[in-house]
């Protein structure tokens, strides 16, 4: 089935005890669970530090850890001072900081969530031009998140950035024109903002521009067109794409038929699936088998494992 694209602890101390016996200090060590017990509380005790403002008992309770190889220690370290410094730099009025400090208000990552001020930063940011910033509060404007949903504003945001070649919002003009947001339906306009961003590299306009092509819609059908821009996507990991590929194959359309291709592509796609879609897939993948000689799934195999491991470079 088709479907279009919318709108991403403190180093554990060792214990020490005079033997009874010996010259030498026994070791005592601690269990794994009291170790992570204190390597939590240390954690704890850093990001309550850091929310406070206290950026130098932040950085005493991370830093220990971190040394120590505390993986989510040497994580929150990066993340505080990424925010530290990102908040230096937005504080002087640079839009590249403000933007970068807005997108870790947005997810919450190394700072209590908020879209608020997300918000604030993103529009401050856009404020001087930066086309990041512009396409990040257009899109906050076309969900809706933090603001009145506002597809006319979405629109200029976006506009706004594609001049200046950013690739996000070429897309998300797409986007808009497919669906008439903010904006007459225009599938022809929708096609050509979809081909800007594709040329790009943004995988999901090169899926759509490929399911343009495959329907008709906005351009003349062609089938070679709609394979060569599913296979754009295809070749940058998407599964949707992959699977559209693999169906392609199936039906001889823009391809000769190939049954190895074919089970080669829904192979590398049905790795991304979960649930009662990775079932049905499987059930898919093991039905084609039943009609392909061993040979042949054998082919299918090696060429999926070499496909994935080359990146997606050596597909053919």
């Not at 240390?42 to 971190?66: E, I, Q, T, W």
């Not at 929150?76 to 208000?105: C, H, I, P, T």
């Not at 049954?259 to 993948?285: I, P, T």
Request: glycine share 10%; charged share 25%; hydrophobic share 45%.
């Amino acid at each position: 089935m088709r479907k279009r694209l919318s709108l991403a602890a403190v180093a554990i101390a060792l214990a020490f005890a005079a033997a009874a016996c010996s010259r030498q200090p026994a070791v005592v060590e601690k269990s794994a669970a009291e170790k992570a017990a204190e390597a939590a509380a240390a954690l704890d005790m850093g990001v309550a530090a850091y929310n406070a403002g206290d950026y130098a008992g932040a950085l005493a309770s991370f830093k220990p850890l971190a040394e120590s190889g505390n993986a989510a220690a040497e994580n929150n370290l990066g993340r505080k001072e990424a925010v530290k410094w990102y908040r230096m730099a937005a504080d002087k009025g640079l839009a590249q900081a403000e933007n970068s400090l807005g997108g870790l208000y947005e997810n919450g990552d190394g700072i209590a969530q908020s879209v608020e001020d997300a918000l604030k930063l993103y529009g401050q940011a856009a404020q001087q031009g930066l086309a990041e910033a512009e396409t990040n509060l257009g899109r906050l404007n076309y969900e809706g998140l933090g603001v009145a949903q506002n597809y006319g504003e979405a629109l200029r945001l976006f506009q706004a950035a594609a001049a200046q070649g950013n690739a996000a919002a070429e897309f998300n003009l797409g986007v808009m024109y497919a669906n008439g947001q903010g904006v007459a339906k225009d599938l022809a306009e929708a096609v050509k903002w979809y081909r800007m961003a594709a040329d790009q590299e943004v995988a999901a306009a090169a899926y759509n521009l490929g399911a343009a092509y495959e329907d008709g819609q906005g351009v003349k059908r062609d089938y070679a067109e709609a394979m060569k821009w599913y296979r754009a996507a295809a070749e940058q990991g998407m599964a949707e794409a992959q699977n559209n590929v693999g169906r392609m194959y199936a039906g001889g359309r823009g391809v000769p038929e190939n049954v190895v291709k074919e089970h080669m592509w829904y192979s590398l796609a049905l790795a991304a699936l979960k649930g009662d879609d990775a079932k049905r897939a499987k059930d898919f993948v093991a039905g084609l088998e039943a009609d392909m000689s061993p040979e042949e799934v054998m082919q299918a195999q090696a060429a999926a494992m070499r496909c994935k491991e080359s990146n997606y470079k050596s597909c053919d």
